[in-house]
């Protein structure tokens, strides 16, 4: 009777420690709770003192059932301190967690507005059979004006200030430092176009920069005339803005070219009535032609008598100009982002 008695509180206190288990939301006091009731000196311990005034059949019963709650309840403590432990991971990683769906704050980065025009001008010139080309922006002397029939005292090479380093290098002034290299690695007939930087020092103005971009293009074969290169430019031109741009063709000096053209378009920004840009004379260069002189095609390896060429120098940021209607060319490397995010 008397164990029955003690199971029953045994009962009780497994119902009442079951409760407080299922209420339990933390893991510090889950382990205190622990110790209160299954420690050496807990609860369970307690209520077994009980049985020592028990006979050895009771206490053999009451021992066993006592046994098997203890175990119970072990197990019962260990699933929810794993619980626990779960749901604090769980916190941890959620607030952790980082939406990559959520739309970002950040300004994205753009293509800047000289190589986006780059990029479409190549592309008007692959079309019609051109294969791009790159050469050094630091350059030698002979390739950037000796190759180019511009000779040591000849009065040309004052047209363009020319960047110097100490160990007497140079700037590139021009894209045309390319086409004797080409002409040394490349077998003719060939047409390429080399877009890049140049450098002049210079006094920079609306339309001066001291470091702008160029576009060359050169072809080489047995026939190639003026009118081919008119019909190429004229071509190139359209294309490039959807519509006739009124044009003129001028002569031009240049040692590399013989003869030498500069072929002006209309100002599109004041459409020819005259602004800063063009000067106020409606006109603005932007490329230079001509036939290959015969002497720059012998630098390059190539008989002037089996063949021809003609070449050309876009002023690539001029063009972009143009296009856009930007009044200062000074904007391009300014690094201005009011000016570069509307394009
Ligand atoms: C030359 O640079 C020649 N190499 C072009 C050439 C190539 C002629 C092949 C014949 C055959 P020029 O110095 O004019 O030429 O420059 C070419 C173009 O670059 C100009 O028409 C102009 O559009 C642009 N340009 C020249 N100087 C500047 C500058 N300081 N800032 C911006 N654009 C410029």
């Not at 450098?199 to 339309?207: G, L, V």
């Not at 031009?252 to 602004?275: A, M, S, W």
Request: charged share 30%.
């Amino acid at each position: 009777m008397r164990s029955k008695s003690i199971i029953e509180e045994l009962n009780f206190f497994q119902t009442e420690t079951e409760k407080k288990l299922e209420e339990e939301k933390n893991l510090e006091n889950l382990k205190k709770l622990y110790y209160e009731i299954l420690g050496k000196q807990g609860k369970l311990t307690e209520i077994l003192k009980k049985i020592k005034d028990l006979s050895i059949e009771e206490k053999k019963e009451v021992g066993t059932f006592a046994n098997t709650l203890k175990e119970t309840l072990t197990i019962k403590f260990k699933k929810k301190q794993e619980e626990l432990e779960n749901y604090i991971q769980l916190e941890k990683i959620q607030s952790e967690f980082y939406d990559i769906t959520r739309p970002l704050n950040t300004k994205y980065g753009k293509i800047h507005p000289l190589s986006q025009i780059q990029y479409e001008v190549e592309d008007i010139f692959l079309n019609m059979g051109f294969q791009i080309m790159e050469g050094p922006e630091i350059e030698l002397d002979e390739y950037n004006f000796g190759k180019l029939n511009f000779t040591e005292d000849h009065p040309a090479r004052d047209m363009q200030d020319t960047f110097w380093t100490k160990e007497g290098f140079l700037l590139r002034t021009h894209t045309s430092s390319v086409q004797v290299r080409a002409m040394e690695k490349l077998k003719p007939p060939f047409k390429i176009i080399v877009p890049g930087r140049v450098f002049r020092y210079e006094e920079t103005d609306a339309s001066h920069e001291n470091t702008f971009y160029q576009l060359e293009g050169m072809m080489i074969d047995k026939e190639v005339s003026i009118a081919n290169l008119i019909y190429i430019m004229k071509t190139f031109l359209s294309t490039f803005f959807e519509k006739e741009v009124t044009v003129r063709l001028r002569p031009g000096y240049f040692p590399f070219v013989e003869p030498g053209f500069e072929l002006d378009i209309q100002c599109l920004i004041c459409k020819g009535k005259g602004c800063q840009v063009c000067k106020y004379s409606g006109w603005v260069e932007i490329l230079p032609c001509g036939l290959i002189h015969p002497n720059v095609l012998e630098f390059g390896g190539i008989n002037p008598n089996e063949w021809m060429g003609f070449a050309f120098g876009m002023g690539l940021s001029r063009l972009v100009m143009m296009r856009h209607s930007i009044e200062d060319i000074r904007h391009f490397l300014s690094g201005n982002l009011r000016f570069l995010e509307q394009f």
